[in-house]
């Protein structure tokens, strides 16, 4: 039986702080971003060569697995990026998933106006040409398999083609504006 508000303790209790859906654009944009800011996220780089131009690559939060067959996966990136001109125009690129220790990385690929591959970067590159950026926990490497404009931002659904995981990296994750780690939870105690 599905719960009403009404049944459920504590429900409604901070209805000051909630904007209800209705006519118009939404919630306002802080609010918006404050209750995400709540979700915790894996953080990857997605890195691409394009045929004009060096190497691109962003920070996103946004990756996610789509399809298993055909293996698919998205992230989103926003459409004024400076690096989406490059990521639109490469065939192919690889979601660089980074290991709990590469939170330099992540804030690097997140600053406008840097040369993002530049030292203190490590990265070699793929088979496909696209960066590999050294000591991530994965390189899932994609070519694009379809773009759809959302809102500001673009989504980019790639097929999977390769995949190289170490197996004992934890992931970096992203929670309320900061970056931090994985922890694994205490054993449940056993049921009696």
Same mark, same amino acid.
């Given at each position: 039986?599905?719960?009403?508000?009404?049944? +459920?303790?504590?429900?409604?209790?901070?209805?000051?702080?909630?904007?209800?859906?209705?006519?118009?654009?939404?919630?306002?944009?802080?609010?918006?971003?404050?209750?995400?800011? #709540?979700?915790?996220?894996?953080?990857? *780089? *997605?890195?691409?060569?394009?045929?004009?131009?060096?190497?691109?690559?962003?920070?996103?939060?946004? !990756?996610?697995? *789509?399809?298993? #067959?055909?293996?698919?996966? #998205?992230?989103?990136?926003?459409?004024? #990026?400076?690096?989406?001109?490059?990521?639109?125009?490469?065939?192919? !690129?690889?979601?660089?998933?980074?290991?709990?220790?590469?939170?330099?990385?992540?804030?690097? !690929?997140?600053?406008?106006? +840097?040369?993002?591959?530049?030292?203190?970067?490590?990265?070699?590159?793929?088979?496909? %040409?696209?960066?590999? +950026?050294?000591?991530?926990?994965?390189?899932?490497?994609?070519?694009?398999?379809?773009?759809?404009? /959302?809102?500001?931002?673009?989504? *980019? /659904?790639?097929?999977?083609? %390769?995949?190289?995981?170490?197996?004992?990296?934890?992931?970096?994750?992203?929670?309320?504006?900061?970056?931090?780690?994985?922890?694994?939870?205490?054993?449940?105690?056993?049921?009696?």
């Amino acid at each position: 039986m599905r719960e009403s508000a009404r049944e +459920i303790p504590g429900a409604g209790e901070s209805v000051d702080r909630c904007v209800r859906p209705g006519a118009g654009d939404g919630v306002p944009a802080e609010l918006f971003k404050r209750t995400l800011a #709540s979700h915790a996220a894996g953080v990857v *780089v *997605v890195t691409a060569l394009p045929e004009t131009g060096g190497p691109v690559g962003v920070t996103a939060t946004s !990756f996610t697995s *789509v399809s298993l #067959s055909p293996p698919l996966v #998205s992230f989103y990136v926003n459409a004024a #990026s400076g690096s989406w001109p490059g990521l639109r125009e490469a065939r192919s !690129f690889t979601v660089n998933v980074l290991a709990g220790h590469q939170e330099d990385v992540a804030a690097r !690929f997140a600053t406008k106006g +840097i040369d993002r591959f530049a030292e203190p970067t490590r990265w070699s590159p793929g088979e496909d %040409g696209t960066p590999l +950026i050294e000591e991530a926990a994965a390189h899932v490497v994609c070519t694009r398999h379809d773009l759809l404009a /959302v809102g500001d931002h673009w989504l *980019v /659904v790639g097929r999977v083609t %390769g995949a190289l995981v170490d197996g004992e990296s934890g992931p970096l994750l992203y929670h309320r504006g900061r970056y931090g780690r994985f922890a694994d939870a205490p054993a449940a105690p056993p049921l009696d």
